[in-house]
């Protein structure tokens, strides 16, 4: 990172949404999820946030499933004149209930909960970009947005194409909440950075201080043995530090840390916090906060990351640690969608529930033709499906952008090719997933491209999914007019199971 900032004053703020001022701080209430402490005085807890609030630390982060975390910011409002900016989030089991009654009993229960009459920001979390429900989600946050209960739909853990796809099909989207740290460079390293501010979308970064593990008590530690053993934040953020090269890297990173802090007088997590606040995207940071008696002392060791900045030779210590790293795999938000799965539990178990389709697999099993339809009223029209198994093959037939929800903009993705691909791809997986298969056994697709200008970002879109999948599958792409004026790419793909380990030879040409 080679930017670096003016000297700061006593304490920084931003504005998110056009017209929300917050700190550049953030306390997030995860910690009452669960994982930490066994049982939350909500009595206390509210009391805890006066004194943050007195610190200028007047706003606080928290979800559905952060345990009485709502509650908490209630009983605050209830007792306390003091004004606060108060986020929360809505993480949906995708179920397929894609109802504005379901939508809005959240949202109300929210509301309830918070002891508020508006939202000021909803963020909502994608868990399959295959899954269609989100797309319905988002509509109807959108329509409670207009109702006056939301003022700002935020989303987290959205990587750049899917981000991009949301702006494109006509969504406004205030806040990307994603995973940042002085380890885990994937915001900067990949195109989210440049999307978040293309579009004016705040990145509010968490992770910053990798659950506590950036700090004085782990320099020079070794490493836990028994992940087990320790609370939720430090197990998942224990997974980081081994998917980003493990431990010995991780230590150089925090010796390079302790030396910038040693010479500003100054904590290992006020360097780290530092850094992080230094990236142009990222609005604020989200520090986990307890909400004890402790919380004033703990955030005024924080806020020392107001107190100075970081020069040239101290970002160059930083970079030359962070050379023995490696890269954390994928983008933004992969870590709840993909392996490696870089959660507490190291899978999904804490989040979703997965539920066996006994009738596919008995039919899998008969040998028997399996089709899948979307309930588009022209398949039986025209005499055809979205996908077909036969054995262990699976043809999709060609898929289009097609929005699922009643929008001034019917195609997902507006006018951007790339996000039409990236959409369609999306639909291919939905489909490839209800006859048990994926992505990663297509062994070929053909793209139609309706103008020869797209045909390089609808292939940057194509490369990038099969990247994240880990295979290349064989490719024509052509030009030629689609039917639907909205419509500007359409993708078709066979997929052959049970090919799972790749060998990739080269015959060494440039072509």
């Known amino acids: ?53 007195d610190l200028g630390l007047d706003c606080f982060d928290m979800a559905d499933h952060y345990g009485d975390a709502e509650l908490v910011v209630g009983r605050f409002g209830a007792v306390s004149s003091r004004n606060m900016v108060a986020f929360t989030k809505w993480c949906p089991p995708e179920t397929g209930n894609k109802s504005f009654e379901a939508a809005e009993q959240a949202i109300d229960l929210a509301l309830q909960r918070m002891g508020q009459k508006q939202i000021t920001l909803m963020q909502y979390h994608i868990w399959d970009y295959s899954d269609d429900t989100y797309w319905h989600n988002f509509a109807h946050l959108r329509a409670m947005q207009r109702q006056g209960k939301i003022k700002h739909i935020g989303v987290t853990n959205v990587d750049a194409a899917h981000l991009e796809l949301l702006i494109n099909t006509g969504f406004e989207i205030a806040t990307n909440q994603v995973s940042c740290s002085v380890l885990d460079q994937r915001l900067v390293r990949g195109r989210l950075a440049s999307v978040c501010e293309k579009y004016k979308v705040g990145v509010l970064a968490y992770g910053t201080l990798l659950g506590g593990f950036l700090g004085e008590k782990w320099l020079g530690r070794p490493e ?67 909400l004890t008696a402790e919380s004033s002392k703990y955030a005024t060791k924080n806020l020392e990351a107001f107190s100075f900045t970081l020069s040239a030779d101290e970002y160059a210590l930083i970079r030359k640690a962070q050379q023995a790293l490696l890269d954390i795999p994928g983008d933004c938000g992969d870590e709840y969608r993909r392996r490696p799965y870089l959660t507490a539990a190291g899978d999904l178990s804490h989040h979703i529930k997965y539920s066996r389709d006994d009738k596919l697999s008995g039919a899998i099993a008969e040998g028997r033709r399996i089709e899948y339809s979307t309930g588009s009223p022209w398949e039986p029209i025209a005499g055809y499906c979205r996908a077909v198994r036969t054995g262990n093959h699976i043809y999709v037939s060609g898929t289009t952008a097609n929005n699922p929800v009643k929008m001034s903009i019917p195609a997902l993705g507006g006018s951007s090719a790339r ?93």
């Open 224 to 290: 836990p043995e028994d992940i087990n053993s320790l609370n939720w934040s430090l197990r998942k953020y224990l997974r980081f530090i081994r998917a980003a090269g493990g431990w010995e890297p991780f230590q150089g990173v925090l010796r390079a840390l302790s030396e910038i802090a040693q010479g500003h007088g100054v904590s290992i997590a006020a360097v780290a916090t530092r850094y992080v606040l230094d990236i142009p995207a990222v609005n604020a940071v989200i520090v986990g906060c307890r």
């Open 1 to 53: 990172m080679d930017h670096i900032p003016e000297p700061l004053g006593s304490f920084d703020r931003t504005t998110i949404g056009g017209d929300v001022s917050i700190p550049r701080m953030i306390s997030g209430l995860w910690q009452l999820a669960g994982g930490h402490d066994k049982k939350v005085d909500v009595d206390a807890a509210a009391r805890a946030i006066e004194g943050l609030v």
């Open 419 to 511: 996000s039409q691909a990236v959409a369609i791809l999306d639909i291919i997986s939905q489909a490839l997933k209800a006859l048990g298969g994926t992505l990663s056994d297509v062994v070929r697709t053909r793209v139609i491209v309706r103008n020869e200008t797209d045909c390089e970002e609808v292939s940057r879109a194509h490369g990038w999914v099969f990247q994240c999948e880990g295979i290349r599958p064989s490719n024509m792409l052509f030009v030629a007019d689609l039917v639907g004026a909205e419509y500007l790419v359409e993708i078709e793909a066979e997929a052959r199971l049970g090919f799972s380990d790749v060998l990739r030879l080269s015959s060494g040409l440039n072509s």
